[in-house]
């Protein structure tokens, strides 16, 4: 069965500090996608990659940094927590796009809340 | 650059009504289109994705249709239930635009009893 895991499903931190939200799949999947989700603006694109090592911004990647040393493994850093950086994270993995019916497999979220 | 729009922000309807969920997007050169649930405080659960060359899918109770010149897509429910309540979402993957999705705000979606 598929999983997609994010290491905490509550965050709080303070404003200034450095956050890392970890997720891990087990699926062998070469994707894997960083989105925040706000009231109102849906879910956005902070940061992609398609392979170990390698990343793609996606349409709001300011503020955030990304890694990924292992496939099964990308980490999203918020270098220094801001106010404004208070939101549902969601990680999402997938296949590379061989076929039309790839989908993207979501982990639970994790609510961070900067203070 | 594609945007997603999806009407109604939320609904709340009785149990064993039919409905219907939209969805709008701007740019008709897409790969597919998924219908996603979102439970609350939870991650996101693929329902149903239509090819391009695709009219329609359905699965069990629900039936997504695709009018790709319309830029609309459409996710019909029959026979409602209280577990259906969730949000919905639709995302849009452009040709060539490698795998990313562009999703829509997403349907709140109450059915009452």
């Known amino acids: 069965d598929v999983k997609v895991t994010q290491s905490s499903r509550y965050l709080v931190k303070r404003t200034g500090e450095k956050v890392f939200l970890e997720c891990v799949q087990d699926?062998?999947?070469?994707?894997m996608f960083w989105y925040r989700q706000d009231p109102g603006l849906g879910l956005r694109l902070i940061y992609f990659s398609y392979d170990v090592k390698m990343k793609e911004k996606g349409d709001i990647p300011e503020g955030y940094s990304v890694s990924r040393e292992k496939k099964e493994r990308f980490s999203l850093i918020l270098e220094s927590a801001s106010t404004n950086q208070t939101s549902m994270y969601l990680c999402?993995?997938?296949?590379?796009?061989?076929?039309?019916?790839?989908?993207?497999?979501f982990g639970p979220g994790t609510r961070l809340t900067v203070l | 650059k594609q945007e997603v729009t999806q009407i109604p922000a939320a609904l709340s309807v009785p149990e064993g009504e039919n409905l219907v969920l939209n969805c709008s997007f701007t740019d008709s050169a897409i790969y597919n289109l998924q219908w996603f649930r979102q439970d609350p405080g939870k991650g996101l659960t693929s329902l149903l994705l239509?090819?391009?060359?695709?009219r329609e899918q359905t699965s069990g109770r629900l039936n997504a249709s695709l009018d790709k010149s319309s830029g609309r897509s459409t996710l019909y429910i029959a026979a409602s239930q209280p577990g259906d309540s969730a949000t919905y979402l639709c995302a849009v993957k452009l040709t060539g635009g490698g795998n990313k999705l562009t999703f829509g705000t997403g349907t709140q979606l109450k059915v009452e009893l």
């Open positions: 699926m062998d999947h070469e994707n």
């Open positions: 999402a993995s997938s296949l590379w796009d061989r076929t039309a019916t790839d989908t993207q497999y």
């Open positions: 239509i090819q391009s060359s695709q």
